[in-house]
């Protein structure tokens, strides 16, 4: 799904470069050297990064033998 229709980022490209390092919506940006334009997308590209940073942090379960 598109996050961001002004430079066409979605939750792919998105995770992408929280992947890489970027911990908020203006790293996101600043990651694919853009600025936002309308600004209607920069709650949910922090939603994302917010979502994808909660995600990593869980602890992997521990399969019973």
Known sequence: MYLC???GL???SVAKAH???ACSAARVFHH???KPRCG???QAIQS???S???EER???PIAAE
């Open 5 to 7: 229709i002004c430079h």
């Open 10 to 12: 979605n939750e792919k």
């Open 19 to 21: 992947s890489q390092g």
């Open 32 to 34: 694919y050297q853009v």
């Open 40 to 42: 209607k997308c920069v």
């Open 48 to 50: 994302a990064v917010s």
């Open 52 to 54: 994808s940073a909660g």
């Open 58 to 60: 869980m602890p992997t």
